[in-house]
């Protein structure tokens, strides 16, 4: 499985972290940036994860910035991007369960690393549960 990886500054150093964890795993990975802890914009990064996730380029999506909701909401303006913020455990398996994300998203100044190895974990190993929640994710996407 491929993972593409964004972040910002804040998210930065996480990542960094989090993409060697999981190559150690076996998992291939791409990063779409930002390549230091120099101040940048969140939505230069986020844009292209959401494209590659798209286009099938990675199989799925992992971004992080200080609170999250940055990489959340810029995410989500893709049609085909489900971006589910998670800070722990618990909502790392629900966002996989019941909403099938195809990105996790994490707020990396308000968790632990330690956290962000186990809410990974929990969202990769959970499997989607399908049925009624397929038909709401189905409802997702703005009709045209
Ligand atoms: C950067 O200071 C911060 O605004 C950003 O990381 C993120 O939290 C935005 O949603």
Redesign the pocket.
């Known amino acids: 499985m491929k993972i593409g990886f964004c972040s910002?500054?804040?998210?930065f150093d996480y990542k960094t972290r989090l993409i060697e964890a999981l190559q150690q795993k076996g998992y291939e990975t791409a990063d779409f940036g930002t390549d230091s802890s120099a101040s940048m914009d969140?939505p230069d990064v986020a844009h292209p994860l959401a494209e590659a996730v798209e286009r099938g380029t990675v199989d799925c999506g992992i971004a992080m910035?200080?609170?999250?909701?940055?990489?959340a909401m810029t995410l989500n303006k893709h049609q085909g991007i489900r971006a589910g913020l998670a800070w722990n455990r618990e909502i790392g398996e629900l966002v996989r369960q019941h909403n099938n994300a195809n990105v996790l998203v994490m707020p990396a100044?308000f968790i632990a690393f330690e956290e962000v190895l186990v809410i990974t974990s929990a969202w990769l190993d959970t499997p989607f549960e399908g049925g009624r929640h397929q038909k709401r994710i189905d409802k997702i996407p703005v009709r045209k």
């Not at 910002?8 to 998210?11: E, N, P, S, T």
């Open positions: 910002d500054h804040a998210g969140y910035c200080g609170t999250g909701n940055g990489m100044r």
